[in-house]
């Protein structure tokens, strides 16, 4: 966690040696505030989407779970994510819901993850093949290849997402050879809820939350530079891809500023520009829920009875 945490400090101190405070500051002070003002008014779809997934699976196990109990479980995983690498702590909203078995509640809070990961992986993998200067400008066999294996990585990922019943049974099938299969089986045993229809579903809402996310990360930019649209989509999707896919830092904070300033570069927007951008983005969709998040802690009872 210390080491996560230096990573995370140091990347920022070194970005903002480089680019230099003067004009991060300056960068601030001349920011437009309509692209501000477009991205904070996208915060609450994007929580309101995360809470209607989030919704649909905590039903699964707990049909009649209140408003406030999945409102707060979600916000406390934010608070628990703030300080760990990949926001791995957001996982720790399984014990946030009564009543309920904490295994099985953990399992949907992967599948949660999962959903989310998919997107990113799915529309940053695009972003990353049509970055300019990249894959579409080498040679025919490369650009081939590089789509070649980039459909093959989307149909495994849509077939997984969309036959939960088969990946159920594989689950259960290796938990079967595993120490301590009961509790595996109970932790597999979150996919029971879960039909095809339901998994078509959250994959749409994900999808859906994902677009809002790089809406609100494009209005940033917009509000310290320009970027075309929607051809400079794929540097944002890129940011993101390379920020969540590479957990060296506490909340993807630091790698996330260095990859925007890299990448970003491509469609002519200035590092100042794009590292604060990338930090608003941080502080508006992480770190602001994350404080609210500590306004429940005391109201929830994080234990299985």
């Not at 101190?13 to 692209?35: C, M, P, Q, W």
């Not at 196990?61 to 608070?79: A, D, H, I, N, R």
């Not at 036959?163 to 595996?184: Q, T």
């Not at 794009?274 to 992480?286: G, P, T």
Request: with cysteine; hydrophobic share 55%.
């Amino acid at each position: 966690m210390l080491v996560k945490l230096l990573i995370s400090v140091s990347i920022l101190v070194i970005l903002v040696y480089t680019i230099k405070l003067d004009r991060i500051s300056e960068a601030f002070t001349n920011a437009r505030h309509t692209g501000l003002i477009a991205a904070a008014s996208l915060l609450p779809v994007n929580i309101g989407l995360q809470f209607i997934k989030w919704r649909i699976l905590l039903q699964t196990v707990k049909p009649q779970t209140s408003f406030l109990e999945v409102l707060g479980s979600l916000l406390v995983g934010f608070t628990l994510g703030l300080g760990t690498p990949g926001r791995i702590g957001e996982f720790g909203r399984a014990f946030a819901v009564k009543d309920t078995d904490p295994l099985k509640v953990l399992g949907l809070a992967v599948i949660d993850k999962l959903f989310n990961l998919s997107c990113i992986a799915l529309f940053g993998g695009l972003g990353i093949l049509t970055l300019p200067g990249m894959v579409l400008q080498q040679n025919v066999y490369i650009i081939l290849s590089c789509v070649i294996l980039y459909l093959i990585g989307v149909w495994i990922i849509l077939f997984i997402l969309t036959h939960p019943a088969g990946v159920r049974g594989v689950l259960y099938s290796i938990s079967l050879m595993l120490p301590k299969r009961e509790k595996i089986k109970t932790f597999i045993s979150c996919l029971d809820g879960i039909s095809v229809s339901r998994s078509k579903g959250l994959l749409i809402v994900s999808a859906l939350f994902y677009f809002t996310f790089i809406m609100q990360f494009f209005f940033l930019v917009q509000s310290f530079s320009r970027i075309d649209f929607p051809g400079g989509l794929s540097g944002l999707a890129s940011v993101i891809f390379v920020k969540t896919f590479l957990p060296i830092s506490v909340g993807g904070l630091g790698v996330g500023e260095l990859a925007s300033t890299r990448l970003l570069q491509l469609y002519s927007v200035e590092t100042a520009a794009a590292f604060n951008a990338s930090l608003v983005l941080f502080a508006l969709n992480v770190l602001t829920p994350g404080l609210f998040g500590f306004l429940f802690i005391p109201r929830l009872k994080f234990t299985k009875d």
